[in-house]
């Protein structure tokens, strides 16, 4: 008896630890949308074209250049997803990738263009969701809890289901901006 007592305890302590994990990374974190104007940032990217799970690897390359090969450093990535994976075959999937440049680096934008590709994020309308950004676990909770909010939302209140949808990850702000271009 004593030792399925503390199997039980042991069981206990696992799911607790579990739950523990799963509500920090955002796991319960609840939804809530705005339609807002957003945009004005200026881009610094480079296009992809295949399974939005190699995003990271992009944003990563995109960041370390900026860093070591011009000293600019950004402290908010983002990815431009057009297509959605569920209806658009994942070698088809379209992206831009990479890292928001701070206002005080905007003047250095002739010194990468010919590295990179760069616009400036039009002002406009958006559907925005924020998730708690603690790690790459944060990325997956909220792929898995944003999305299909999102989708509902969408659907609930008559915006149209197709069009690119952006996420900032803003590291010093410890969050992931979702944004739905209307």
Do not use: H
């Not at 399925?4 to 799911?15: G, M, R, T």
């Not at 990325?139 to 008559?158: C, E, Q, R, S």
């Amino acid at each position: 008896m004593k030792i399925f007592q503390i199997i039980i305890i042991v069981v206990a302590l696992l799911i607790a630890i579990i739950i523990g994990f799963a509500a920090y990374w955002g796991a319960f974190k609840s939804i809530r949308f705005s339609v807002v104007e957003q945009g004005g940032e200026t881009l610094v990217y480079e296009e992809m074209k295949g399974d939005y799970r190699q995003s990271g690897v992009v944003m990563d390359r995109v960041y370390y250049s900026l860093l070591n090969d011009y000293k600019i450093e950004t402290f908010k990535g983002f990815g431009i997803y057009f297509d959605n994976p569920q209806k658009v075959e994942t070698s088809k999937l379209r992206s831009e990738l990479g890292c928001i440049l701070e206002e005080s680096d905007i003047n250095r934008v002739s010194e990468l263009e010919g590295n990179f590709k760069i616009k400036t994020f039009s002002k406009g309308k958006c559907i925005v969701a924020e998730f708690p950004y603690k790690g790459k676990l944060s990325v997956m909770f909220g792929i898995m809890k944003v999305y299909p909010a999102l989708n509902k939302f969408v659907k609930n209140n008559g915006y149209n289901q197709e069009g690119a949808i952006m996420e900032i990850y803003d590291t010093p702000g410890k969050k992931i901006i979702y944004r739905k271009i209307l």
